[in-house]
């Protein structure tokens, strides 16, 4: 396992577009799928084409314009599904099938009413068929999260021996904490006797808000491919987080790990998905929200006037956000106060800042923000004649 390039795997197509109100027409998902492309993902996943012809007419549209990521089509462990995915997938310059089956006894019992040995068959079976089509074929073990590791090594080893070139290892239900997460692909790793002959992958959900700490924590463990979405859509609470993942692993370059995604487009594709899809992207969201490079306590923003990196550890230019912002509260003190005027082209001393700031915080109190008309308003009165500032 000396290499460390972890490979990006983008399903804000598939899985992204399974969030309820996030259906996107065929131009819409072209013109995102190229966007994707742009940012520099290993692979995309453009959708699940037996699922509706609409699909189907999409994934082929995208393999066909897809240049330089591996397009990939999903489908289950059957064989009319396997075999629309390999005609949707054509004529992509990389293409892949992803296909799959459950491995949990919650799958194996409750969903299939089947056997372990079964569902083995029924795996091997659907990489074997896939294999006619293209070569690049990565398994699913749904619901591995929740798998017996012992018998998720055989099923690995299995679809291995059948062909598979990457293994997926998803955590379906969000339910694996991240050291348990771990231990499963580092089990993998040292229990699958052909495993130097495919990539495992994470695949996280984020029911428990873990989705991101896992995919990490799969990759210490052994993993070099992570499946995410852009701003973390996907089912209930979402997938792993793409642009998480990927500045985690950035700022962590003391391991090692590097991807090959182009961080500064990061904030105009999260923009561009928002927009796209109708799902707004909450404002504390880690790296592309509305506030992830803004400051409105006072102790905050005095240390970070003095020095960005005391309160920030990305720069906004790193992942294409419109910069750091000063947010003027009831919270804040005379350095973000003095900042502001100064920006707005003010020149005032301390003492002057000592006395607008009483007047300042009267305003801040009876308002969430101080904008900066209301700055205007406090200079012309103070000092008149700077009034044009």
Do not use: W
Not at 181 to 208: R, T
């Amino acid at each position: 396992m000396a290499d460390k390039r972890i490979y990006i795997f983008d399903t804000t197509l598939r899985d992204g577009e399974q969030v309820p109100g996030c259906k996107l027409n065929k131009k819409e998902k072209i013109e995102l799928a190229l966007q994707i492309e742009a940012l520099g993902v290993d692979v995309l996943e453009a959708g699940f084409p037996i699922s509706s012809p609409g699909d189907f007419d999409s994934v082929s549209e995208i393999a066909s314009l897809v240049k330089n990521a591996t397009v990939c089509g999903l489908s289950r462990a059957v064989e009319k599904d396997i075999e629309v995915a390999a005609e949707a997938i054509k004529h992509a310059v990389r293409p892949r099938i992803h296909t799959g089956i459950g491995t949990s006894d919650y799958h194996i019992k409750a969903k299939f009413n089947a056997t372990q040995e079964e569902v083995l068959e029924r795996a091997v079976k659907a990489v074997r068929h896939a294999k006619k089509f293209v070569e690049d074929i990565e398994f699913y073990a749904e619901d591995a999260g929740r798998t017996d590791n012992e018998y998720l090594a055989r099923v690995v080893e299995a679809v291995i021996a059948a062909g598979a070139t990457v293994v997926n290892i998803p955590d379906t239900t969000g339910y694996c904490l991240p050291h348990q997460y771990q231990e499963k692909m580092a089990y993998l790793i040292n229990n699958v006797s052909n495993i130097d002959k495919a990539i495992l992958s994470c695949h996280c959900h984020n029911d428990l808000g873990l989705a991101t700490a896992n995919s990490i924590a799969g990759v210490i463990g052994g993993a070099r491919q992570i499946e995410c979405t852009i701003n973390g859509l996907g089912e209930r609470a979402g997938n792993t987080s793409l642009e998480e993942v990927v500045m985690v692993l950035k700022q962590h370059a003391y391991m090692g790990y590097y991807t090959n995604i182009k961080t500064e487009q990061l904030n105009p594709i999260s923009r561009s998905v928002s927009e796209t899809m109708r799902m707004p992207v909450q404002p504390n969201k880690a790296i592309v929200g509305s506030n992830a490079f803004s400051h409105s306590s006072g102790i905050h923003q005095d240390g970070f006037l003095k020095d960005s990196q005391t309160y920030e550890i990305i720069t906004p230019e790193s992942v294409g956000a419109d910069g750091s912002k000063i947010v003027l509260t009831a919270r804040s003190g005379r350095s973000a106060l003095a900042h502001r005027f100064q920006k707005l082209g003010y020149q005032f001393t301390r003492n002057d800042i000592d006395i607008l700031y009483k007047k300042f915080l009267e305003v801040a109190d009876s308002k969430k923000e101080v904008m900066e008309d209301d700055l205007h308003a406090m200079a012309k009165v103070y000092v008149p004649e700077t009034a044009t500032a």
